[in-house]
Nanobody, 119 residues
Framework: QVRLQESGPGLVKPSQTLSLTCTVS??????????WSWLRQPPGKGLEWMGS???????YYSPSLKSRTSISRDTSKNQSTLQLSSVTPEDTARYYC???????????RGQGTQVTVSS
């Protein structure tokens, strides 16, 4: 069964850079699911799209996070990486990666990983 698994530190200090990795395991994604997306859900709030990257390396970012977000992918490792710089406690959230046929389109989504920003 194909799975997406997010990994990274659960605690990040303010002003630091949050870095998470998403890995596909258990098989391959359908070829048309060529976009990797990153989402997050702060406590008590809705799901927020952060950005996406397609198979050619073109990136798409939420305007509100664009200045602090970087998404990359490593096709040889079947992984994507999210970096969010200058984090504050407001970036505390559960972070998810997803795959789909377009930016902000999610056919598969991982279980997510909780990240807390605190000193």
């Amino acid at each position: 069964q194909v799975r997406l698994q997010e990994s990274g530190p659960g605690l990040v200090k303010p002003s630091q850079t949050l870095s998470l990795t998403c890995t596909v395991s258990g098989g391959s994604m359908p070829v048309n699911y060529r976009y990797w997306s990153w989402l997050r859900q702060p406590p008590g709030k809705g799901l927020e799209w952060m950005g996406s990257i397609d198979s050619s390396g073109t990136t798409y970012y939420s305007p509100s996070l664009k200045s602090r977000t970087s998404i990359s992918r490593d096709t040889s490792k079947n992984q994507s990486t999210l970096q969010l710089s200058s984090v504050t406690p407001e970036d505390t959230a559960r972070y998810y990666c997803a795959r789909g046929s377009g930016p902000n389109v999610y056919a598969f989504r991982g279980q997510g990983t909780q990240v807390t920003v605190s000193s």
